[in-house]
């Protein structure tokens, strides 16, 4: 850098005396900036009168952005629609099927003179608190005695059984997890229709049958589904698949650890079933 300029062009102090003070200038106000907050409304002034030319000149972009994301969602939201449309007609088929079997099961009672199966209610619920410890694991739900919750309702999600209705408040209930170490659930095997009972262990994601004996033919992929032969819990709700067997020569029993169905950690919508009680049940057939 040159220290002074040719004797014909000298104006003002030299540059080497400039810098200095500049920086000095520029060391005190960053000082007082940081230290003493002397340029906290200058800043602000500043943001506030270049705030509008600065979204001016990034409105286009923002505009765009906006536009490519609207034109996604809507591309996605079509292809949902369409998919749950066809969901939709699969399941009106379904239902049109089980009215029919329900139908057919209903007249082969009467001809054996055996009574009508138990009917079953269910209301929709949301989890709102999770209480976990080492030996416990309870689920809060939002829905309570004013909304018909009662102890025994079983609770379930599109998956399968996640737990039972232990404690009722006035617009709030209390759930324990079918891992809990309290649970116990009547199941049946689906590919050879052997019952058991399942018990939860009080570690997360595992579930034990026990008092099974050793020559029962278990496999490891087995679908267990909830008998319903307590009258607690509606039969045919998936609980669980058996993903490891452990034979011991010491012992009767096995140890079959079973994987629950039911999002119990991911869940967040679920649905409360309990009995049809006699008076709903008289509502449906007048209506």
């Known amino acids: 850098?040159?220290?002074?300029?040719?004797?014909?062009?000298?104006?003002?102090?030299?540059?080497?005396?400039?810098?200095?003070?500049?920086?000095?200038?520029a060391v005190t106000l960053s000082w007082a900036d940081t230290r003493l907050q002397w340029l906290v409304g200058l800043r602000a002034g500043v943001v506030a009168v270049l705030a509008p030319a600065e979204q001016a000149m990034g409105s286009p972009l923002g505009l765009w952005k906006?536009?490519?994301?609207?034109?996604g969602q809507a591309?996605?939201?079509?292809?949902?629609?369409v998919r749950l449309q066809t969901l939709l007609?699969?399941?009106?088929?379904?239902?049109?099927?089980?009215?029919?079997?329900?139908?057919?099961?209903q007249s082969l009672r009467a001809l054996m003179q055996i009574g009508p199966r138990k009917g079953w209610t269910s209301r929709a619920a949301q989890i709102v608190s999770e209480r976990r410890d080492p030996y416990v694991r309870r689920?809060?739900?939002?829905?309570?005695?004013?909304?018909?919750?009662?102890?025994?309702?079983?609770?379930m999600d599109a998956?399968?059984?996640?737990?039972?209705?232990?404690?009722?408040?006035?617009?709030?209930?209390?759930?324990?997890?079918?891992?809990?170490?309290?649970?116990?659930?009547?199941?049946?095997?689906?590919?050879?229709?052997?019952?058991?009972?399942?018990?939860?262990?009080?570690?997360?994601?595992?579930?034990?049958?026990?008092?099974?004996?050793?020559?029962?033919?278990?496999?490891?992929?087995?679908?267990?589904?909830?008998?319903?032969?307590?009258?607690?819990?509606?039969?045919?709700?998936?609980?669980?698949?058996?993903?490891?067997?452990?034979?011991?020569?010491?012992?009767?029993f096995p140890r079959v650890l079973v994987k629950p169905a039911g999002g119990i950690d991911t869940a967040r919508v679920v649905l409360i079933v309990g009995p049809e009680s006699s008076d709903s049940a008289r509502a449906e057939v007048r209506q």
Request: aromatic share 6%; net charge negative.
């Open 1 to 25: 850098m040159q220290g002074s300029a040719p004797p014909l062009f000298r104006q003002g102090l030299p540059a080497t005396l400039r810098f200095v003070a500049f920086a000095i200038a």
């Open 66 to 71: 906006d536009w490519v994301l609207d034109v």
């Open 75 to 81: 591309e996605s939201l079509r292809r949902e629609n």
């Open 89 to 105: 007609a699969s399941m009106a088929l379904v239902t049109q099927r089980d009215a029919e079997l329900d139908q057919e099961n």
């Open 139 to 155: 689920l809060g739900i939002d829905k309570g005695q004013q909304q018909g919750i009662v102890p025994g309702h079983a609770v």
């Open 159 to 252: 998956q399968g059984l996640i737990g039972q209705v232990t404690r009722v408040y006035p617009r709030s209930a209390e759930v324990t997890a079918m891992t809990d170490p309290s649970m116990a659930v009547p199941v049946v095997n689906q590919r050879n229709g052997q019952r058991a009972v399942l018990f939860g262990s009080g570690m997360s994601g595992v579930m034990e049958l026990r008092f099974t004996a050793s020559s029962a033919e278990m496999q490891i992929g087995d679908l267990l589904f909830t008998s319903g032969i307590d009258g607690v819990f509606p039969p045919g709700v998936m609980t669980g698949v058996i993903h490891q067997i452990e034979r011991n020569p010491g012992s009767p």
